[in-house]
């Protein structure tokens, strides 16, 4: 098998090796949310023991890496097709196509949270309009600035500080593509990442403040910025020719990287740790982009595109079984909880796709 038969070479395809890391890392988080309502989190970090999916937060690291890899490319491909256009223009187009793909499954996973608190907590009318008026800036998904309101979906913190922060990036990337990508970009995201490291010794943390920010805000706007560069180094990555044994070379090194993530997911290490997410996911999303390892090209099937599919349905739908199995089912075990909440996830995530794929939502 050639290089080109190993990789995508339509990059507007979708890539399969990419959208499987996305379901891996959203299992992370998952399950990782399993632990935190349903086992309980441990009493301290440290040490080598096993724990599920303790450190599975960090699923979202590479959701921002993401992010920013392929607002990248967009904004090449913008570059290319426009060349120089009006920033602001060329900004609300941007950010109106990102909202359209987010919007209805946002909004769907937002009620059925809404109508799981509604049970849960019994709710009569008056408190029902008054968490609906409240609810508004999570509704929107303006909560990370701040509007710290009532949050049904409360994983939507994602989808905030990911369109704040591309609102914020994007005008500046898009005029000044190369200077902001290849120099600004890393190190904008290194002294982030350094104050967050020096103060917090951590990146988890939805609902810390730090001056102005939430501590994710800083998270969010360092690993879309890191994504940015990935992008670029990818793209240079995709153009070499690899010999056979140089592809074993980056297969072994990116299952390494998964079994350290692994590792690390599943063991009490140290919330430091959580740092070295980054530029294991820039590796992987590197090598999968450029279609560098032997298992590359095994990949881009239709199973792994599906999997990439269900990646946000499942992410947005998880809060709703949460608060119903914490709530009806607290007598079950562990495992039975989370087998019922994956099982309920993955039908409702199902269900949705095929509702939208009918629709073209």
Excluded at 143 to 160: A, T
Excluded at 171 to 194: D, E, H, M, N, Q
Excluded at 257 to 272: D, K
Aim: hydrophobic share 50%; glycine share 8%.
């Amino acid at each position: 098998m050639n290089k080109t038969d190993n990789k995508l070479t339509d990059k507007s395809s979708v890539n399969g090796q990419i959208e499987l890391l996305r379901f891996l890392f959203c299992m992370a988080v998952l399950f990782f949310h399993a632990e935190k309502y349903f086992l309980g989190e441990p009493s301290s970090l440290g040490g080598f023991k096993p724990y599920f999916f303790v450190h599975g937060a960090v699923g979202v690291e590479f959701f921002f890496v993401c992010s920013g890899f392929f607002m990248a490319r967009s904004i090449k491909r913008d570059i290319a097709r426009n060349g120089a256009v009006d920033i602001g223009d060329s900004t609300v187009k941007f950010m109106l196509h990102k909202i359209k793909s987010i919007a209805p499954v946002h909004i769907t996973f937002y009620v059925l949270a809404f109508i799981s608190l509604i049970i849960v907590r019994s709710m009569g009318m008056k408190d029902i309009v008054k968490n609906a008026v409240d609810g508004i800036p999570s509704f929107f998904l303006i909560q990370m600035l701040g509007f710290k309101g009532f949050s049904p979906n409360h994983v939507s913190w994602y989808l905030s500080v990911m369109l704040i922060a591309m609102l914020v990036i994007y005008p500046f990337a898009r005029k000044y593509y190369s200077v902001f990508v290849k120099v600004a970009a890393p190190v904008i995201a290194l002294f982030i990442l350094g104050y967050l490291f020096l103060t917090y010794g951590s990146l988890s943390g939805v609902m810390v403040r730090t001056g102005i920010f939430y501590k994710s805000m800083l998270r969010g706007f360092a690993e879309i910025l890191t994504g940015l560069t990935t992008y670029e180094i990818a793209e240079y990555f995709s153009k070499k020719e690899f010999k056979k044994s140089e592809r074993i070379l980056i297969t072994l090194l990116n299952l390494a990287i998964l079994a350290g993530c692994g590792t690390y997911v599943m063991f009490t290490l140290s919330a430091n740790y959580e740092f070295l997410v980054i530029p294991a996911a820039s590796i992987l999303m590197i090598t999968s982009y450029s279609g560098a390892g032997i298992l590359s090209g095994y990949m881009n099937n239709k199973f792994c595109v599906l999997l990439g599919k269900l990646t946000m349905p499942v992410y947005l739908s998880q809060v709703t079984f949460i608060n119903l199995i914490g709530h009806f089912g607290t007598e079950l075990s562990f495992p039975v909880q989370t087998l019922i909440l994956a099982t309920c996830v993955f039908a409702v995530s199902g269900i949705y796709l095929g509702i939208s794929s009918r629709f073209h939502l």
